[in-house]
Structures are given as C-alpha cells and as structure tokens.
C-alpha cells in the first residue's frame, strides 16, 4: 500500500491525461522548471569562473602576504626583519617596494602615474616580467629603466626601449619654508622605458621601476622600504602563516592576506554574486507556480478517478500524497533536465567562447560541483514547498458532486 501513492503519482505524469490542455500544463511547469534551473546555474558558474577572473586580474597587484608599518610609511630595521623572513621556512621569497603617486612628463605631455619601486627578487615574489608583451624588463643595471603600463605608455606616446629620448618623473618634495628656485618644489629624474605590460584595470597608470630610483626620488636612504610583499610555498596556508609571523614581526608591523589587501573588491564581488542569486531564487520561486498551477489542474482532472478511489477505501491521505509525488517528480525532472542543459551551456562557453562581455573577451565560466547542489537545494525547496501545500485536497471536494 505505501507505493501505490508513488506508483498512480509516476502514472499521472507519464501516461495520457484525459485533456491536451492538463498535458500541457504539467510540461510546461516541467521546461519552466527546466529553463528557471538552468539560467540559475549558468549564470552562478559565470560568477564562479568571475572569481577566477578577478583573481588573475589582481595577482600582480597583491602577494600573498604584505607587510607594513605601523609607525609610519617607511619599514624600519629592515636587516632584522629580512632575518627573521629568512628563517621562516614557509616563505619561499620576499621583496622590497615602495610605492607613490609621481607626475609623469614627455615632450609637453603630462599625467599623474603610480611609481612602484621594486628589488630585482620583485619576480620570484610577482612574475610580472612574463606579462610584458612589448620590450623588456629591466635590467637593474641602472636606477632609471622602467616598465610602463600600456594605457599610460599610449597617453603620453612615450617610446620604448631606446636610448634617444626620455621621460621625466616628478615627486614632490616634502617641507616647508619658502621656495625660490624649481629644485625646492620636487625632485625629477628622467626615465627610460624598456618595456610596456598591460594593467588589467587594476595596474592602470602604473609603473615599475628598481626601488633605487624610488629612494632616490623620496630621498631615502638604502634598504629602505614602505611594505615588504612576500610569497609563501603554499598559499593556501595564508592565514597560518600571517598568524605565525606575526607573533615574530611584533605589534609594530601589519601583515595582510591577498584577499584582505582586496577586501573591499571582494566584498562588491559576494555582494553582487548574492543579489543575483536571491534574484534567481525569486525567479525559481515564481517558475514553481507553473508546478502549483499543474497539481490543480491535476486534481480536476482526476476526480472522478479520485472519488473512486477513495469509494474503494483509498486513504485521504494516500491521495494526498499521490498529488504530492507527482509534484514532486515534477521538480525532480525539471531540476535534473535544466541542470543538464545549465551544464551543457557552459561547457559549449568553455570550449568555444562564443559569448563575449567585451569583443576580445569571453565570459568566463567554471563549473563547480558546489553550484549543483546550491541550485537543486533551491529549486527543490520551493517546489517540495508548493506541491506540499497544493497537494492538501480535503475529501469533502472530492466527495461532492
């Protein structure tokens, strides 16, 4: 007795319904489900292959692990600190920089820029010499061989890699006092471009230079250092790793995580990754009233075969769960189909980049086997909720004439 509600539930889904329009409703709440699934899961697994995106996008922005001052900008005793670096065995390197905001200028042309000075140890820490894609890095034979930014490079048509000409870096100088001559106003230096990289949004107008000609520029004395970035053999122990040399660094240094030096990045991202599911879920919602919708028509569909069932001793609430289960196969089919299709999707995205967000770029997508299981949680929540509660037929409806 207790699978014969399952049994005439399977029935009243496969087999030929007395009326075309009772077919139809209950495939159409089926593809509804189908469809509503499947754009929730493409475009969850969008958001997921974002995450990786924005990842590469800000992986030569931050290491693994910075660490600053917090007395002031400049790292002070920096022999002791690179000692103690040194002697942590899950730091694989680490690098020097100091970083300012510069007024750049070439030939009449000027414009505000970001000058990250950088030890040669910078690429072990930050492979950003493998993403020149014009010229090269520079040697560090001399203080004054950058990298440009190419939007910036562009802006002020600065050349590459020649010895003919040059820009000119402006850093302010600080005090105060009376200023009489150009010398009390900034420091410059001109600088010879010897390679071009992309910025990616997140390295705009930014260059790079040995940290020789940042001190010079600030007047620094050597080893100097605002921050020290840092890259670990395993990233994934970040937070260990902080918390350990943290405890040998002292209260009066501060030591941040990639994703803490991007919290605020990473907080827009979750934020917009949680507005378009609770978007979705409410389309899911709203799709489920295909399902509430076909369990009525259902209902009316079979109440003579109903009233006979219950004449013949078939419990009320074996009725009751037949409607359910039918609800529920419902859900079960459109959620399996429209994670099929969802997949489907994007795999073809994958592996043809047929849809693009820009003209050179596709939208990224990455599967991944937690977005399954969020989405069928959803789907299967709203719909075991609506044929649950569509599915309480009292005996005095189906009794009455």
Same mark, same amino acid.
């Given at each position: ?18 009326? @075309?329009?009772?077919?139809?409703? @209950? ?33 030569? #922005? ?26 942590? !065995? ?68 600065? +050349? ?11 850093? !302010? ?24 990289? +992309? ?10 230079? +040995? ?9 620094? !004395? ?92 078939? !419990? ?28 489907? #999707? ?15 770029? +596709? ?39």
């Amino acid at each position: 007795m207790k699978n014969i509600a399952f049994y005439i539930a399977s029935r009243y889904l496969l087999s030929k319904k007395g009326s @075309t329009a009772v077919t139809f409703i @209950t495939w159409l709440a089926v593809g509804a489900m189908t469809v509503a699934v499947a754009a929730m899961f493409v475009i969850i697994s969008v958001f997921s292959g974002l995450e990786v995106f924005n990842q590469n996008l800000i992986s030569n #922005l931050h290491a693994d692990l910075t660490v600053k001052s917090t007395s002031g900008k400049t790292i002070k005793d920096f022999q002791k600190i690179k000692t103690i670096l040194q002697k942590t !065995p899950d730091i694989q390197d680490f690098s020097r920089v100091i970083e300012e905001k510069v007024y750049l200028n070439y030939n009449g042309k000027g414009d505000i820029a970001y000058l990250r000075g950088v030890d040669s140890a910078y690429t072990k820490v930050n492979p950003i010499d493998k993403t020149i894609f014009y010229g090269k890095y520079p040697s560090f034979e001399y203080s004054n061989e950058v990298i440009m930014e190419n939007s910036l490079d562009i802006r002020l048509s600065i +050349p590459v890699d020649t010895i003919q000409d040059f820009a000119t870096v402006f850093m !302010p100088k600080p005090g105060t006092g009376i200023i009489n001559k150009e010398e009390d106003i900034y420091n410059k230096k001109n600088i010879m471009v010897t390679g071009v990289f +992309p910025g990616n949004d997140q390295l705009n107008n930014y260059i790079i230079s +040995p940290i020789e000609l940042s001190e010079e520029l600030l007047q620094l !004395p050597k080893n100097s250092a605002y921050q020290i970035v840092i890259k670990i053999k395993n990233p994934k122990n970040a937070d260990q790793v902080k918390s350990d040399l943290q405890k040998s660094l002292g209260k009066d240094f501060e030591i941040k995580t990639k994703q803490e030096e991007n919290a605020a990045f990473w907080k827009m991202i979750n934020t917009e990754k949680l507005f378009i599911y609770l978007i979705f879920a409410l389309v899911i919602f709203i799709t489920t009233f295909n399902l509430a919708g076909a369990i009525i028509i259902l209902q009316l569909d079979k109440k003579e075969q109903a009233k006979s069932l219950i004449s013949l001793g078939f !419990p009320l609430s074996h009725l009751r769960k037949t409607y359910f289960y039918t609800g529920i196969l419902i859900v079960v089919l459109g959620v399996v189909s429209g994670l099929v299709l969802g997949s489907a #999707l994007c795999l073809f995205q994958q592996y043809t980049e047929f849809f693009k967000a820009v003209a050179d770029v +596709p939208f990224p997508v990455k599967i991944v086997v937690e977005n399954y299981f969020i989405v069928a949680a959803t789907a299967s929540l709203f719909g075991v909720s609506i044929s649950w509660f569509f599915s309480k037929i009292s005996k005095d409806y189906i009794t009455k004439s």
